[in-house]
């Protein structure tokens, strides 16, 4: 099975800053054939229900703002938040959709500074 | 508008079975992938399960396997989870989620399993 590692399990900022948010895979998930890295980034709110933000690594979701950005290829993987908002506060996973079990990191909680 | 309404969760005991719904809506349900994920309280997400459109292909995790069944009906735009035997670590919220190039694109509201004696 893949495993998927994030880190910081948890990070605090202020609103305004910006946060780095990282996941990494055991293997790669680059498809050849097609130059995509099959990386997800979900959002979950408190009480709520996850919220897609990024696939293939690097593409937002409809309706996502673009002060989330994903980058990185292969193994390693970051979610960048610029100007951290108190909405973003949630917990963030990423999930590789590469080789089944498909497999999901164990989060990142954003908190409050 | 896409939706995705999970039902049939509630409180079970060890060894028994229970079988989760989830109607669809808002789009052509037989051209997408469906599959269920899990979040037992306090805890990350877990996939669960996978189905191809017509239902000929599924996939389980290793801990469900031989014990959950995923199925679905197009004609009614539903996807099933029959989950057998089941144990205290199945406790979890169960998410219905549509699957597409972009992954998990929708998520229903999840539906709680408790299982306890």
């Known amino acids: 099975d893949i495993a998927i590692t994030q880190s910081p399990s948890s990070v605090a900022v202020s609103v305004g800053e910006t946060v780095t948010l990282s996941c990494k895979s055991s293997q790669s998930l680059l498809y050849s054939e097609n130059q995509k890295d099959y990386l997800g980034w979900y959002q979950q709110k408190p009480g709520q229900t996850p919220k897609p933000l990024i696939y293939w690594a690097t593409n937002r979701h409809t309706g996502v703002p673009d002060r989330f950005t994903g980058s990185g290829s292969g193994t390693d993987f970051t979610l960048i938040i610029s100007s951290v908002q108190a909405e973003d506060l949630a917990d963030y996973y990423c999930?590789?959709?590469?080789?089944?079990?498909?497999?999901f990191g164990g989060g990142t909680k954003l908190e409050l500074k | 508008e896409v939706q995705l309404v999970e039902s049939g969760g509630g409180l079970v005991q060890p060894g028994r079975s229970m079988k989760l719904s989830c109607a669809a809506s808002?789009?052509?349900?037989?051209?997408?992938?469906m599959a269920w994920v899990r979040q037992a309280p306090t805890k990350g997400l877990e996939w669960v399960a996978t189905i191809s459109t017509s239902g000929g292909s599924t996939y389980y995790r290793d801990s469900v396997k031989g014990r959950f069944t995923i199925s679905r009906d197009n004609a009614k735009s539903t996807l099933y989870l029959q989950m057998n035997s089941l144990r205290s670590e199945d406790t979890a919220t169960y998410y219905c989620?549509?699957?597409?190039?972009?992954?998990?694109?929708?998520w229903g509201q999840g539906v709680m399993v408790t299982v306890s004696s």
């Open positions: 989620t549509r699957i597409t190039i972009a992954a998990r694109d929708y």
């Open positions: 999930e590789q959709y590469f080789v089944y079990p498909w497999t």
């Open positions: 808002g789009f052509t349900f037989s051209s997408f992938p």
